[in-house]
């Protein structure tokens, strides 16, 4: 790490080499697109490299360049569906057809499902995801109020949002099954 953060670039390919090994199917997993993957991959270790001289600080590089990962996973997926979303609202006001009253229906068809998702969690995930999504805390300040670790919430958080998840790929699967067979 010390030779790295002092610029050695050979040292920093062996660090490359042993941990691309477990960010890129990390990526992969994440994102679902090698194409995403492999961009992720690139950025973890620009931020790594441009930031170098903070690397003999860092206790646990495995877990640091994990969260690297996964928050620029997060924020790359975030951007694209915030891309789509815009491209989506700018096709239909340039064809003239925003039907509000089907935006409308579909809004509160997913805002059930959320909300029968929500009350399937256990009683401590409901609480948390409330605190942490619907009231916008961090989850250092969950994790005070309910006097509870930041990873007990983390944990919370990560099972209560497989279950919603899986709950939607229920409901799709399903919509999706009655529309092929109708």
């Not at 975030?78 to 989506?88: C, K, M, T």
């Not at 057809?97 to 909300?115: A, F, G």
């Not at 670790?149 to 409901?171: N, P």
């Amino acid at each position: 790490m010390h030779r790295i953060a002092s610029g050695d670039q050979k040292s920093f390919t062996v660090l490359f080499e042993h941990y691309s090994k477990m960010i890129y199917p990390f990526a992969l997993k994440l994102t679902r697109s090698e194409e995403l993957a492999e961009e992720i991959l690139q950025e973890v270790f620009l931020k790594i490299w441009l930031n170098r001289q903070n690397l003999p600080e860092i206790e646990n590089l495995g877990a640091y360049l994990n969260r690297i990962c996964r928050n620029y996973a997060y924020n790359t997926l975030r951007r694209i569906a915030h891309e789509n979303l815009l491209a989506s609202e700018l096709s239909k006001q340039m064809t003239g057809e925003v039907n509000n009253t089907e935006e409308d229906v579909i809004y509160r068809d997913m805002e059930r499902s959320l909300n029968q998702a929500i009350n399937g969690l256990t009683p401590q995930q409901k609480l948390i995801y409330t605190l942490c999504h619907q009231e916008g805390l961090k989850y250092s300040e969950v994790a005070g109020r309910l006097n509870i670790s930041s990873s007990t919430v983390h944990t919370h958080m990560k099972l209560a949002l497989k279950f919603i998840r899986t709950h939607f790929v229920r409901i799709n699967s399903l919509i999706l099954f009655c529309w092929l067979f109708k």
